[in-house]
């Protein structure tokens, strides 16, 4: 069964940044529809970010701000996110399409605050 792990979150300040990374435990070559998403404390689950062959869509929320990339020779997938917000605060997933089911990371905890 493939798993996702996350890592790079943490706590920034206002304005600062983070790159947050999944590595999945098989070949990102297999993996469709690579996405991140965000939940907040006492909210819903909220999309993100979906990389795609076609292309990347973002929600409005974060674009501009959030860039998601692929480095496929290291099978790893990032979210370069600049310009933090405490709004932003949340517990971040990856999630990818492989071959028949969606996969989830287990998350990784960004809290943006002064």
């Known amino acids: 069964q493939v798993q996702l792990v996350e890592s790079g979150g943490g706590f920034v300040q206002p304005g600062g940044s983070l790159r947050l990374s999944c590595t999945p435990s098989?070949?990102?070559?297999?993996?469709?529809?690579m996405g991140w998403y965000r939940q907040a404390p006492g909210k819903e689950r909220q999309w993100v970010s979906t990389?795609?062959?076609?292309?990347?869509t973002y929600a409005n929320s974060v674009k501009g701000r959030f860039t998601v990339s692929s480095d496929n020779a290291k099978n790893i997938w990032y979210l370069e996110m600049n310009s933090l917000q405490p709004e932003d605060t949340a517990v971040y997933y990856c999630?990818?399409?492989?071959?028949?089911?969606?996969?989830w990371g287990q998350g990784t905890q960004v809290t943006v605050s002064s």
């Open positions: 990389m795609m062959k076609s292309g990347t």
């Open positions: 999630n990818a399409f492989f071959g028949t089911k969606w996969v």
């Open positions: 098989a070949s990102i070559d297999s993996a469709t529809n």
